[in-house]
């Protein structure tokens, strides 16, 4: 399992850069971190939330284009939620269509998509979010997050979302219940994430409290990551789609078939 709290070197090497670095953003408090006797620590889950948050502060504001096809050598900025789709779509149709646009992808979860649309630090957002209430999904999150906003909501896909498990753990887990009373160890995704709001909806159907459930803590911030995490064997089980099971030859649970749709402001 992963530890929670890192020293600066750790840090460093989990963002891919120079410890001198680390201790210059902390100084400067753009880092979260703190001294204990003397010797900076910093918490992976806040470094986690700074990433997301950079990445989603990065998106600069601009002027959104009138139309694609108008667009020549501009940059196309996509947030949101994360899923191997995406990746194949800026691989393959718009490298084909448009090659000359530049495309950066921030998967900032659904939620974060939807809020970088409405500061206007997004051309377009991935989203995968289910509303218990009304039983739809991502329809009813447009009227909160995007109030005043046209917008076009385009299904992109159905994708399968369930538990991914570790192969050793395949015959004993079952649903949501064996969290605790199986003493899983779970890979979460970020908050803000579709995921994320999937399993919290679970725990809560279940009476279930996220405190009470190993790993709840542990969070990443793609269903392949999770993938990863299981397959080497630093948790038991995660939520995330069927296709990352596939690839990685693991387990897979379904829960539901739920809707991936691309956001975009008219």
Not at 103 to 121: D, P, Q
Not at 148 to 169: D, K, M, N, V, Y
Not at 221 to 240: K, P, R, S, Y
Request: net charge neutral; charged share 25%; hydrophobic share 40%.
């Amino acid at each position: 399992m992963e530890k929670e709290m890192l020293t600066a070197r750790e840090v460093a090497a989990y963002l891919n850069v120079n410890e001198k670095m680390v201790y210059r953003l902390v100084r400067e408090g753009r880092l979260p971190g703190t001294q204990i006797t003397g010797k900076w620590t910093f918490s992976r889950r806040l470094i986690r939330n700074w990433i997301e948050s950079n990445s989603l502060h990065k998106l600069k504001s601009f002027p959104l284009p009138p139309h694609p096809s108008l667009l020549h050598s501009e940059a196309l900025f996509i947030a949101g939620s994360n899923d191997l789709i995406m990746e194949r779509m800026q691989t393959h149709l718009i490298k084909a269509f448009a090659p000359r646009i530049l495309t950066y992808i921030a998967n900032t979860g659904s939620l974060g998509g939807l809020r970088a649309l409405h500061l206007g630090r997004a051309h377009l957002a991935g989203v995968h979010l289910y509303h218990p209430q009304s039983k739809e999904y991502n329809i009813p999150y447009l009227k909160d997050f995007l109030p005043e906003e046209e917008t076009l909501l385009f299904h992109l896909a159905s994708r399968c979302q369930g538990f991914i498990c570790h192969p050793r753990r395949s015959s004993f887990f079952e649903g949501v219940g064996d969290l605790v009373s199986r003493d899983c160890r779970l890979v979460n995704r970020e908050p803000g994430s579709g995921t994320r709001l999937l399993l919290d909806h679970l725990l809560t159907e279940e009476g279930i409290s996220p405190r009470k459930v190993r790993g709840y803590s542990q969070e990443v911030f793609t269903h392949m990551e999770v993938g990863l995490a299981i397959l080497h064997d630093e948790a038991d089980v995660g939520l995330g789609i069927e296709a990352v099971a596939e690839c990685l030859n693991l387990k897979f649970i379904p829960i539901t078939t739920e809707r991936y749709d691309l956001v975009v402001p008219k």
